[in-house]
């Protein structure tokens, strides 16, 4: 009897490897559910991110209106940054960003304290992942989420200078990397709190177009196992965000064990991992792998175009499960954040969802 589970059951079938009636669907979609409060109207994206009831609402309403298996709190990544001290340009509709960083000499990284988590922007993460993760408990899978210390802290100090910066005076990032760590700490016991089921971590920088092997391993990888065991310890389960083109998959999938890893493709870098190049690697064999629609495509594409993708997607991913001897242990979502754009389809992501309910069929 797998035919029509529940959001919850087929996801928890794709997380222990048991048979489930198709693949997971989860297009990230975030800010741009809020296109779906006041009555449709929409909202903007300064008030919905500076409101947790906005912000949870407009998780409550894209799980009404589009039936997803995932509901993951992300808001943007200038969240640490601003609350630390960095100036965020906020405009109405777009995506905010950091546009005046805090760190313009050595001496500065020594300055860094961990804010109050309950004011600024890191309270409406907390509190709105309150309401939503309650709201829809039992109906999905919730998660929020939150930027590892080495994205907070190129989001703080500029990514050019802190890469620089790390082959001048790696001491200065460590202290620096040190009370973000404590910051992050913070906040997934905060998280922990909330009722979520999961916690996904942005962990951008394990990328080998950036950092190799050694140097992620100094600069991040001790800091996220530290904080990776301590969501474990919160009562979340472990999920991992990283839409790097060259993802350092080794130590992301096999060393950090997460229940889920979400990651892009990037056909036209050599080397980027395809879906099914992934699976036939292993890395699906202990955790559930999301990926890998192109984002820009719920912005560009037809619904004809990304109906067309996620089926082939879909049907590619099961052709590498199966020789895999896998079930759903593949999420059909986006690569990275489906654009809060305001010229975003919403049909497209519809598109994703129902495609993936009939092409994603296993049996
Ligand atoms: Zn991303």
């Known amino acids: 009897m797998t035919e029509g589970m529940t959001h919850v059951e087929r996801v928890m079938a794709a997380l222990t490897n048991e048979k489930a009636d198709r693949l997971p669907a989860y297009p990230i979609a975030c ?31 894209g799980q009404k209106y589009f039936d997803f298996d995932f509901a993951i709190g992300l808001m943007d990544l200038s969240v640490m940054a601003g609350d630390l001290g960095a100036h965020v340009r906020m405009d109405e509709e777009n ?21 109050d988590i309950k004011k600024g922007r890191s309270g409406v993460l907390i509190e709105g992942t309150r309401i939503y993760s309650q709201a829809l408990a039992g109906q999905v899978i919730t998660a929020g989420f939150l930027e590892g210390p080495l994205l907070a802290l190129s989001q ?40 979520c089921n999961g916690l996904c971590w942005d962990y951008l920088w394990a990328n080998y177009s950036c950092l190799g092997d050694a140097e992620y391993g100094e600069f991040e990888e001790p800091y996220a196992t530290k904080l ?9 389960a472990l999920a991992i965000h990283n839409c790097a083109d060259l993802p350092h998959l080794d130590t992301q999938i096999k060393k950090f064990k997460p229940a889920i890893y ?26 559930l ?22 089926s082939d997607l879909c049907h590619e991913v099961k052709t590498a499960l ?14 990275c954040e489906v654009p809060p754009d305001i010229n975003t389809k919403l049909e497209n992501i519809k598109a994703v969802v129902d495609v993936t309910k009939k092409e994603g069929r296993l049996n």
């Open 95 to 115: 995506t905010p960003f950091v546009d005046k960083h805090i760190v313009n000499s050595l001496e500065d990284y020594e300055k860094f304290v961990v804010p």
């Open 31 to 61: 800010g741009v559910n809020r296109k779906l409060l006041n009555g449709g109207k929409g909202v903007s994206y300064r008030d919905w991110c500076h409101d947790p009831k906005l912000f949870a609402q407009a998780f409550i309403e």
């Open 322 to 335: 199966c020789k895999r001897n896998l079930n759903a242990r593949y999420c059909i979502a986006s690569g």
């Open 262 to 287: 979400s990651m892009a493709y990037y056909p036209l870098i050599p080397g980027s991992p395809s879906a099914s190049e992934v699976i036939e690697k292993g890395y699906a064999d202990n955790c």
């Open 156 to 195: 703080t100090a500029g990514a050019e200078r802190m890469f620089l910066d790390m082959f001048t005076d790696p001491s200065a990032i460590h202290k620096a990397l040190k009370v973000i760590t404590e910051y992050d700490a913070e906040m997934v016991k905060a998280f922990g709190t909330t009722g």
């Open 289 to 310: 792998v999301a990926g890998q629609i192109d984002p820009q495509l719920f912005i560009r594409g037809t619904v004809e175009k990304i109906s067309k993708v996620t």
């Open 228 to 236: 990776n065991k301590l969501t474990g310890e919160n009562g979340m």
